[in-house]
Structure formats: structure tokens, C-alpha cells
């Protein structure tokens, strides 16, 4: 029996030597990232408006999380077909269950040093203060809403698998789906009636309004005290948050293994040779 | 254990691709046409046949990277696809393109690879370190990107990754295509070598006759995937009236060419 902990590893080190040789394009990717959030959050600095400049604030930070999270555990697989290495890792003596966690465990690492940088470059850009928010309440909120996350990931993640070409641009797309109905940076009510509904698949959607109330924007004094309300007010977001996270993780790894061997009866894996 | 190393009994493998924007339009290209060939354990076997023969197609139904769409495949005594985790503990596999992660080392390629098969650190890079340097590979260039190693380099990395692992059956998809003659022989030594002290099954593909005739007990000729001539390489040079192995190679792949050309020609 070979060691489950051993091969966990494997894919943890894989993917930090990866990181560690695209240094360069991290670096370029965290700058843009607090770059863009930063420009989002001085909408609300320039409206003079405490309450817009925090909910963007930890959209941003949410978001950054989360979407590196997904995006990290989709393309892992989208990178492997561009290097070809994909045969090679399908054919080691390795259950799906633990290669995809341990790409899902190094993206959880990764995606949380992340945010914690963008957080960092945040403050150059804004003035914030987070006194008074329910900060355990949140990051409870974020290891919950990751489990989702990295159960769409993982769905994702078969596109690539499918489809050499085609797969890495759908993952892109459902990216930008995910970004537009969660409310990321505005209220769902402001969305199309139609689009509404999509809103409440997205486990964005919960995890950011869960956010909001731990954070305390809604409930802040008149003179700008953030007044964090407690877990206990999120119960039925993170009811829902896990919920999603335990259908939407063993529902990943089910399509994965489909996916696998739709390839593998029409040759799909295949690069040259 | 005496069971067979491989069984293949009229495997099939077909490759659909749809022309039409609508369903039911598809072309059909048949890889493998019923083939059915058995290896002993320790045995080498070569596979020879043209190009786009089906070759790495059958490598890749034996290592459980293609599901064949007929016939029967067993490995070491287990059934694919039915048992593909126990046939993956024991297979290894290099194939022509040197499929690595570019920007990372032959050292973390290599470690990437061990780990997944459960290797110790130490143990493995050691024994990465001895197969390389055998295989002449710059061991000044152990930690560098394989980016900037040229393609010989990259295909003994290949051919170092599967060896690393000692398994029992190894299978070789042209594993000295792009090598120098000096590095193809170190290859050919270090294959026997695991053969006498291992006792390592080999199935080898190749478009060198004499690295077949050197390596393989037993030789299958494919073509248009078909099985159309087994047996020593003395057998199949008497069998296409002698010569040498290109030669038989040339008039036995090509017979069923022509056999094929008349009945389309007839057919029309
Ligand atoms: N994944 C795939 N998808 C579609 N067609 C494929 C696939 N793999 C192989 N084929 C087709 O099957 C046939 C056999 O290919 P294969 O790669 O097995 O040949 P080969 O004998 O290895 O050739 P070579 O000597 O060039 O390596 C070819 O016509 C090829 O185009
Ligand atoms: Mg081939």
C-alpha cells in the first residue's frame, strides 16, 4: 500500500516548485490583484462613504480568495495538458480523491497568503479599519465557503479534461459568471430579475452576505463604529455554505472521474505520441 | 505467480471524430483491429510497424490510458480496465515526448513522480542521480529547468522517471527516439541490465531494427492495426524470404497495404 499521505505530498510539492518557478508571474498577479481591488475600493472613499468602502473592501478580499482558489484547482489540470504531464499523472497509482486533495490543499495555502498580500497592498491604497468586526466570525465563514469553492473548482477542473483548447477559456467564463451574480461588490437586488436567481446557486453569494453582517457594516454607528454581529447571526448562511460544500465536493469528484473516463474511451488524453 | 506478464486477446480500439455540426456525422479510424499477443513474465517483446500503426495506441490501452472498445486485456495478472490501480503499482512508461513540467528541474520532476509512487526523498533522488548520470545525462544540470535541456536530455529524464520506479513490466513507447548512438547504447545496456538482475518485463517500440533485434526476445510486426507477424527476429527474416530485419520489416508491413489497396480498389 502505498503511503495516501506521501502521495498528497506529491502534488503540494509539485505545485509549490511551480509557484516558486513562476515567482515572477505571482508577483505580477498579486499587484494586479491589489491594483484592481484598491481602484474598487476608492469608489467608496470617493463617495465619502465608510459603508460602500468596507463592503467593497471585503468583497475584494473575499473574492481574492476565493476565486484564486477555484482558479488554482481548475487550471491545475488545464496546465497539465499544456505540459503533457497529464497521461503521466493519470497513470500513477494514485485515487482521484487524493490528487485532488492535494492540489485543493496547496490552493487553500496559496490563495489564503495571497489574500493575506492583497490585505497588505490594500492598506497603502485606503485607510482601514476593521475595529469592532467579528473577525473569527469571518474567517470561520471562509474555511466553510472554500470547501464550496473548491467543490466548483473541481468541477471545473473537467473542461480541461474534456477539452484541451476549449476547456481553460469555459473555466474563465464560469469565473466571470460566478463574480457577476454573487454580489461580490453590490447588492443582488440590483441585479436583473432574471440574473436574481442564479444568485442563490452561487455559494459567493452567501459567504458575502455572511461577510457583511460579521464585518458590521450594516449595523455601524452614526460616528462609524463597526459593530460586528455574531456567528450566531450567520447561522443559516453557514448552513447553506456547508451544505453546498458537501454536495458540491463529492458531486465534483464524481463528474472528475466521468470526465476521465469519457477520455480515456475517446482517446482525449492523448497530446502526441 | 505464473500467469502471463500481458494478454491481449482481440483488442479493439476505434477513434471517432465528428465532422458535422450535427450528431451522427463522424469519421472512424481504427487504431487497433482485433489485436492479440501474450508476454511472459521476463520476456522482451519489440513492436514494430509504420507510423500511425497503432503502436502507442496498444501501449496506451497497457497502461490503462485508453479504454479499448473490444477484446480482452489483462496485466500482470489483472484485468483492465477492471483493475487499473493494481496494474498501475506496476507499470512504468516512457513514451517519445518527454512530457515533463518545462519550467521545474529533472530533480522536481522526478520527485513529483517518486512521491506519487511513494518513494523517500533521499531514495529517490539518489537512485534519480545513479540512473541520469548512467545515462549521461549533466548531473550539473540535476536542478536546472528542463526548458533549457535539449530534447536528448529531456528524453532520459523520460526514460529516468519510469526506471526510478523499478517496476515490474515497462513499457517503451521509441524510447531512444532523439538519442545519440553512444547514450542509445547506454539505454540498450541499462534495459538488459534490469532484465538479468530484475528479471523486469519489457515491451519495446521502435523504428530501430537493430535496437530490436539487440533487445527482444520475440518481435510483433503491426500494420494498419493489425498484428501481421510474430515470432524471433531470425523468424520474421525467413518468413519475408531473407534479408535483413528492415527488410522483412518493409515487406511485411507492406503486404497487407497492398491487400487493403486492392479490396478499397475493388470495393470502388
Ligand atoms: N487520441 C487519439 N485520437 C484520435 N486518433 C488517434 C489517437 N491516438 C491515435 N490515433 C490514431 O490512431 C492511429 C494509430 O496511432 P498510433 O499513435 O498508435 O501509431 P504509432 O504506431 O504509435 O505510430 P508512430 O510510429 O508514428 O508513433 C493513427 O491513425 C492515429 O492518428
Ligand atoms: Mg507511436
Known amino acids: 500500500m502505498i503511503s495516501r499521505f506521501k502521495q498528497t505530498w506529491a502534488f503540494v510539492y509539485r505545485d509549490y516548485q511551480l509557484t516558486r518557478r513562476y515567482w515572477s508571474w505571482v508577483v505580477v498577479f498579486t499587484v494586479y490583484a491589489v491594483v484592481s481591488g484598491a481602484s474598487v475600493a476608492l469608489i467608496g472613499v470617493a463617495s465619502n462613504d465608510r459603508k460602500l468602502t468596507l463592503t467593497l473592501t471585503i468583497g475584494v478580499l473575499f473574492w481574492s480568495v476565493l476565486s484564486v482558489l477555484f482558479n488554482e484547482i481548475a487550471m491545475s489540470i488545464a496546465f497539465e495538458r499544456w505540459e503533457g504531464t497529464l497521461e503521466y499523472t493519470f497513470m500513477a497509482p494514485v485515487s482521484r480523491l487524493i490528487h485532488l486533495t492535494g492540489v485543493s490543499l496547496y490552493a487553500a495555502a496559496y490563495s489564503t497568503l495571497r489574500a493575506i498580500a492583497v490585505l497588505g497592498g490594500l492598506f497603502l491604497f485606503l485607510d482601514l479599519d476593521f475595529t469592532g468586526a467579528n473577525l473569527f466570525g469571518l474567517l470561520i465563514v471562509l474555511v466553510v465557503s472554500s470547501l464550496a469553492f473548491v467543490g466548483l473548482g473541481l468541477i471545473a477542473a473537467i473542461l480541461p479534461v474534456m477539452s484541451p483548447e476549449r476547456g481553460a477559456e469555459a473555466t474563465n467564463i464560469f469565473q466571470s459568471i460566478l463574480l457577476l451574480v454573487s454580489g461580490v461588490y453590490y447588492p443582488i437586488s440590483v441585479l436583473p430579475k432574471w440574473v436574481q436567481p442564479f444568485a442563490a446557486l452561487s455559494p459567493a453569494t452567501y459567504a458575502l452576505n455572511a461577510s457583511r453582517k460579521l464585518l458590521g457594516v450594516e449595523t455601524m454607528t452614526p460616528d462609524g463604529k463597526l459593530i460586528g454581529q455574531p456567528l450566531a447571526s450567520v447561522q443559516s448562511e453557514l448552513v447553506t455554505l456547508a451544505a453546498l460544500g458537501l454536495l458540491l465536493v463529492p458531486l465534483g469528484l464524481w463528474v472528475f472521474g466521468m470526465a476521465e473516463r469519457w477520455a480515456k474511451r475517446t482517446g482525449k488524453l492523448k497530446r502526441t505520441g | ?268
Open chain 2, 1 to 268: 505467480m505464473s500467469c502471463l506478464a500481458i494478454r491481449v486477446s482481440q483488442v479493439k480500439k476505434v477513434f471517432r471524430k465528428r465532422t458535422g455540426w450535427w450528431r451522427g456525422q463522424s469519421t472512424e479510424e481504427w487504431a487497433l483491429k482485433g489485436v492479440s499477443f501474450h508476454l511472459k513474465q521476463g520476456e522482451a517483446y519489440g513492436l514494430l510497424g509504420p507510423n500511425g500503426s497503432g503502436k502507442s495506441t496498444l501501449i496506451r490501452v497497457l497502461s490503462t490510458l485508453l479504454v479499448p472498445d473490444g477484446g480482452e486485456v489483462e496485466v500482470l495478472g489483472y484485468k483492465l480496465p477492471e483493475q487499473e490501480a493494481q496494474v498501475r503499482e506496476r507499470i512504468g512508461r516512457v513514451s517519445v515526448d518527454a512530457a515533463f513540467y518545462k519550467k521545474l528541474s529533472a530533480r522536481e520532476n522526478l520527485l513529483y513522480s517518486a512521491f506519487l509512487y511513494g518513494f523517500d526523498k533521499a531514495e529517490a533522488e539518489k537512485r534519480a542521480r545513479e540512473i541520469l548520470g548512467r545515462l549521461g545525462f549533466p548531473l550539473r544540470r540535476f536542478s536546472d529547468p528542463l526548458e533549457e535541456a535539449s530534447r536528448g536530455m529531456q528524453q532520459k529524464v523520460a526514460i529516468a522517471r519510469a526506471l526510478l520506479l523499478q517496476p515490474p513490466l515497462l513499457l517503451l513507447d521509441e524510447p531512444t527516439t532523439g538519442l545519440d548512438p553512444k547514450s542509445k547504447r547506454e539505454v540498450q545496456e541499462f534495459i538488459e541490465e534490469l532484465r538479468r538482475e530484475s528479471g523486469t518485463t519489457i515491451l519495446l517500440t521502435t523504428h530501430d531494427m537493430f535496437e530490436a533485434e539487440r533487445l527482444c526476445d520475440r518481435i510483433g510486426m503491426l500494420a494498419h492495426g493489425s498484428l501481421v507477424a510474430e515470432g524471433s527476429a531470425e523468424d520474421l527474416v525467413r518468413l519475408a524470404g531473407g534479408g535483413t530485419l528492415e527488410d522483412a520489416f518493409i515487406k511485411l508491413s507492406g503486404e497487407k497495404l497492398t491487400g487493403e489497396e486492392e479490396a478499397t480498389a475493388e470495393g470502388a
